[in-house]
């Protein structure tokens, strides 16, 4: 795979350059210069595929020219061990369960998936990375869980003390091993500060291969357009012939954008949702033409509350660019706060199931986009968080205490093991050198 800039002031570069950059120097992001289509024969025997055979296939198109077969195996082997199955929740309306991952989340996909391939450049080359990573809650725990006792990578993950839920502190500080966590007297811009001046620091560059996790890092998008494929399968294998549409909860759309990756290598998709909260420039664009963003909201779906998503071009690239063409197939809706609410106690009391309030919102885009379009297809809602993540929220909204996996219940039994420091730069030196 060769990778060009949006911003097109830098040169292309390969995959393994692009993983480790993260972003070109030219602050763009990396786009595939072409993404070819799956082959006739991938489609035609797709319903009889599991999905780590789906992502190797996929794989294979993709970094066929990096890669060879049996490193590709082996990066899927290691990095997709969990499933991606499709809960059938009413006619016409499918749930995509993305949360079987560690941390139940989908980014899980993209974070397993990108240390599986750092690692194994890292080993080919013989060296070794620090990555270090500011979080606010959800993306620290996919990446302490996916780069946990990965070789070659140790990971020093700064997080604000007293503002992450009591969950994602636990998924971020009992690991241990190469996973170091370090609870910040300050806010999540402290965080980022912090690490930001790590990487402008020339003694701890010359000390360090410090790398970034960066959510916008191609290496997390790939994965994220296998799931797609295995909707499609599951539906196939059902016998279901319909035509699909993806509803995906978005904030900073990457997930969005793989599976526009996934319908450019030939995947049959009716319509992509971009389902948003009360952060919408997205579907604003999608209605008016003209984009926008905007400063952030706080709503109840928190790991959408994006106002400047960072993915944009990709998405708008990825489905054709013009504005003309991006908004026939991609559709856009906005669910407040109010509606989300409603939505998920109304499903809960018609069928039982429990919605995470992200997935509420993917969920209120598919009704919505039925509103305006009869027709014969089968709505798939990308399930994107195991509810329990959101427990205040969810029990609050649905009037009782609900079942927590028994994983989960585990994880807070488990000790915190983290080093508290204050929000001066020197003291956050010192540490990493010591
Ligand atoms: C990150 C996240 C999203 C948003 O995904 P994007 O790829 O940023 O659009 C939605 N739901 C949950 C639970 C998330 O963690």
Redesign the pocket.
């Known amino acids: 795979m060769i990778l060009y800039s949006t911003q097109q002031k830098s040169s292309d570069v390969s995959f393994e350059e692009a993983i480790f950059r993260g972003l070109p120097p030219d602050n763009g992001l990396y786009m595939p210069t072409e993404i070819q289509r799956m082959p006739a024969a991938f489609f035609e025997q797709i319903h009889t595929l599991t999905l780590p055979e789906i992502a190797e296939a996929v794989c294979q198109n993709l970094l066929g020219h990096d890669l060879s077969p049996a490193e590709i195996k082996s990066i899927i082997t290691s990095s997709m061990t969990f499933e991606a199955p499709l809960f059938d929740l009413e006619p016409g309306v499918q749930v995509l369960e993305l949360f079987h991952g560690p941390s139940m989340?989908?980014?899980d996909f993209g974070a397993r998936f990108m240390a599986a391939v750092m690692s194994h450049y890292l080993q080919k080359h013989q060296r070794e990375i620090r990555i270090l990573v500011a979080t606010s809650g959800?993306t620290g725990g996919a990446v302490a869980q996916g780069f946990f006792q990965t070789p070659g990578i140790s990971v020093t993950i700064l997080y604000p003390s007293g503002k992450v839920s009591d969950i994602q502190e636990k998924q971020l500080t009992t690991l241990g091993g190469n996973v170091q966590a370090l609870e910040i007297d300050g806010t999540f811009d402290d965080c980022q500060r912090l690490v930001k001046q790590a990487f402008l620091d020339e003694e701890l560059r010359g000390q360090f291969n410090l790398a970034s996790a960066n959510?916008i890092n191609i290496a997390r998008l790939i994965p994220q357009s296998f799931y797609y494929f295995a909707a499609y399968a599951a539906l196939r294998k059902q016998g279901n012939q319909k035509p699909v549409v993806f509803s995906v909860?978005?904030?900073?759309?990457?997930?969005?954008s793989a599976g526009l990756m996934a319908y450019q290598m030939g995947l049959p998709v009716q319509a992509f949702i971009a389902a948003c909260n009360e952060n919408h420039p997205v579907p604003d664009y999608l209605a008016s033409g003209i984009y926008e963003p905007s400063p952030s909201v706080e709503t109840i779906?928190n790991?959408?509350d994006?106002g400047s998503p960072s993915n944009f071009v990709r998405m708008q690239i990825l489905a054709g660019a013009e504005w003309s063409k991006v908004a026939s197939l991609v559709k856009g809706y906005a669910t407040d706060d109010d509606k989300t609410k409603e939505v998920m106690a109304d499903v809960f009391a018609r069928t039982g199931y429990i919605m995470?309030p992200?997935t509420a919102v993917g969920y209120d885009g598919l009704m919505q986009y039925q509103a305006e379009n009869s027709g014969d297809y089968v709505g798939v809602v990308l399930s994107?968080?195991h509810y329990a993540k959101f427990l205040p929220t969810v029990e609050a909204v649905l009037g009782q205490r609900v079942p927590v996996p028994q994983r989960l219940a585990d994880l807070l039994d488990l000790q915190k093991k983290s080093v508290r420091l204050g929000t001066d730069f020197e003291g956050f030196k010192a540490y990493l050198l010591a």
């Open positions: 989340a989908f980014k959800d959510s909860p978005s904030g900073n759309f990457g997930n969005l779906s790991a959408m994006v995470c992200h994107t968080a």
